[in-house]
């Protein structure tokens, strides 16, 4: 029993450290330089939400990931794919793409996350978006 008390303790010490990690993700989380972009979505009515993340490269494209447990960026592009990037001072409109199969795994494969990191995360479900320039 006390063994049980112990796993429990443990386990809700590791949950309250997953969410203080990813409360102050948002709060900590870099602007510009490197590889970090800011992602415009778009909700039902219209309404733009930012988000830092980073960008990745892969294949010639153009991606960013869903990492995190905090996931309302995603879901916003899903819902509508019209998006809008900027990096490097310049902001540019993009059609997001849900990447499955091979491309997901040759992506998964060249971008990991440690161990260390996919803990303090959570173990939160990863995807990916390629970042298809919009037509114009």
Avoid: C
């Amino acid at each position: 029993m006390r063994a049980i008390k112990i796993l429990g303790i443990l386990l809700l010490v590791w949950v309250a450290i997953v969410a203080v990690f990813e409360s102050m993700l948002g709060y900590f989380q870099p602007e510009g330089g490197g590889a970090t972009v800011v992602i415009t979505t778009f909700d039902a009515d219209g309404t733009a939400h930012d988000r830092v993340l980073s960008g990745l490269d892969s294949g010639g494209q153009f991606y960013v990931a869903v990492n995190h447990w905090p996931r309302a960026w995603y879901r916003r592009a899903l819902e509508n794919p019209a998006v809008r990037i900027t990096r490097d001072d310049e902001t540019l409109d993009y059609t997001a793409v849900p990447v499955t199969g091979e491309e997901d795994d040759r992506v998964r494969a060249e971008h990991p996350i440690p161990i260390g990191v996919r803990i303090l995360m959570g173990f939160a479900p990863r995807h990916f978006l390629r970042l298809d320039p919009a037509a114009g």
